[in-house]
């Protein structure tokens, strides 16, 4: 069954401003003398302690355990943290115990040695709180888990959004206690954790920030508890003891190497980036960096081949031009053009569009293709102009009239083409394309395969980027005065 008892998250590297000794004052009471015993005190108390020894830059620990946890001895060590810490020191005092909430609604902490109905060795709450002005740390919290507790705190104080830098160099009073000013709190089941004290342990040992404000953890604390629990955890500053609105930063201990191996083993983004983070100095500094620019490369790469657009494989060579990739995302690009280009051919299915195709592409996968249509649409042509020319032969034919000289169409379109084609600024596309317009229009010429002939080493040679004079055209054209 579980007894009712009576009550910090950071963020950022790695600037120390705290220079001074980090100390903790862990009280843990289960047996009373004249009060029920509680389950887990003791343990909140160890575990709390141990935690923060291992993991936190805790320098001096003091603890006080059951009967050690007397009215005067807790009093007589408040006494000498007075003089032991200095100005540029943290503290932190965890109680877990019993508390009491008299008719005034005044708070105290009740010792192992406490009686009943007799408050002279009850330890009040304003008590905790001269302490906190009078201990000249730099940080003061205290985490109290005890019943009555909240009656410590400034009202309506809103959380900071100040940067942790800045809360670490301003003085703090902060409290977090399990629950509020009039609230009982539960103990827990025997050999567990209290519900308050194992949320504060449960965020405390899977924290990766290297600085953890106690207002964040606050406000985790608050959320896990009261989601469980019927308790709700109050965390703020300390009424009227000198709080100047900073704040009390949980700093993990730095173990560069084992810190460096889990992120090896991770090997994410987030995790090179958060040691370097950490380790703005370190020795494995230039190898984290290292890995997140081949990490974000990847990511790139990764996201452009999920795209597939020639937009995505530009905006990866944009930033890695000589990359690894940077071969492999132009190719991408280059299939994508012609597969546009193609599209297009295809979409306007005419001489032109499939010749320019085979110019750009003379080696592509459709090449064979677009030579297949643009044949066959000559074909179409030449069996239309048959066609037509049939028809035209069952009509009647016009009466010639006498001639005094009979002109030969075929030689007379060969003159025409050769006249044409001497042009000295004849470029080779026209040179192909009045030779195509003859074959089409004189396809039975005695000269259509000279033509023809020439007609396609022009255009073998501009496909290899070369201009050879058809061997015809020789005696047309003048050579230049050398």
């Avoid at 709700?232 to 700093?251: A, R, S, T």
């Avoid at 396809?443 to 201009?467: A, C, G, Q, R, Y």
């Amino acid at each position: 069954m579980e007894t009712k008892k009576s009550l910090t998250y950071a963020n950022k590297p790695h600037e120390d401003y705290h220079s001074g000794k980090s100390f903790l004052l862990s009280i843990g009471i289960n047996e009373y003398q004249n009060f029920t015993h509680l389950n887990n005190a003791v343990k909140d108390a160890e575990d709390i302690t141990h935690l923060l020894q291992e993991k936190y830059d805790i320098n001096e620990v003091i603890t006080l355990k059951d009967k050690e946890a007397t009215h005067t001895r807790i009093i007589s060590t408040l006494d000498a943290l007075k003089k032991k810490v200095s100005p540029d020191d943290k503290l932190l005092i965890f109680y877990s115990g019993h508390g009491h909430l008299d008719e005034n609604k005044k708070g105290y902490w009740i010792p192992t040695d406490a009686e009943k109905d007799n408050t002279a060795n009850y330890i009040r709450n304003s008590t905790i709180r001269d302490y906190m002005e009078d201990i000249p740390a730099k940080h003061t919290l205290l985490i109290s888990d005890s019943c009555f507790s909240g009656s410590l705190f400034v009202r309506g104080v809103e959380r900071s959004s100040v940067a942790i830098s800045e809360l670490e160099k301003r003085k703090s009073r902060w409290a977090l206690c399990s629950g509020r000013h009039n609230e009982q709190v539960f103990d827990g089941e025997p050999g567990t954790n209290s519900p308050f004290t194992g949320s504060i342990l449960d965020l405390l040992r899977t924290n990766t920030l290297p600085k953890l404000n106690i207002g964040k953890l606050a406000e985790s604390v608050m959320e896990m508890t009261s989601s469980n629990y019927h308790q709700l955890p109050e965390g703020n500053p300390v009424f009227g003891v000198g709080h100047k609105g900073g704040q009390y930063i949980f700093q993990l201990k730095e173990n560069e190497t084992e810190d460096w191996e889990k992120c090896r083993e991770e090997n994410t983004l987030d995790a090179y980036r958060q040691f370097i983070q950490q380790y703005p100095e370190g020795n494995y500094y230039e190898e984290a960096d290292r890995q997140v620019k081949i990490l974000e490369e990847e990511s790139l790469w990764k996201k452009a081949t999920q795209i597939h657009t020639m937009g995505a494989y530009d905006d990866y060579l944009e930033k890695y031009l000589n990359g690894k990739y940077s071969e492999e995302a132009q190719n991408k690009i280059n299939h994508l053009q012609e597969e546009e280009d193609w599209s297009i051919a295809k979409r306007k299915n005419d001489i032109p569009s499939y010749r320019q195709y085979v110019r750009k592409y003379p080696k592509g996968k459709n090449a064979q293709t677009a030579l297949d249509q643009i044949h066959r649409i000559r074909e179409d042509r030449r069996q239309k102009k048959a066609i037509e020319e049939q028809l035209s032969e069952t009509e009647p034919k016009p009466v010639e009239r006498p001639r005094e000289e009979i002109i030969d169409p075929f030689e007379e379109g060969w003159k025409r083409l050769q006249k044409n084609l001497s042009h000295p600024d004849l470029t080779a596309q026209s040179k192909v394309d009045l030779m195509e317009e003859y074959l089409i229009e004189f396809p039975d010429s005695p000269h259509s395969i000279t033509v023809k002939k020439e007609h396609d080493l022009i255009l073998l040679n501009m496909t290899n980027k070369k201009k050879v004079l058809p061997s015809f055209l020789k005696f047309f054209v003048k050579p230049k005065p050398g």
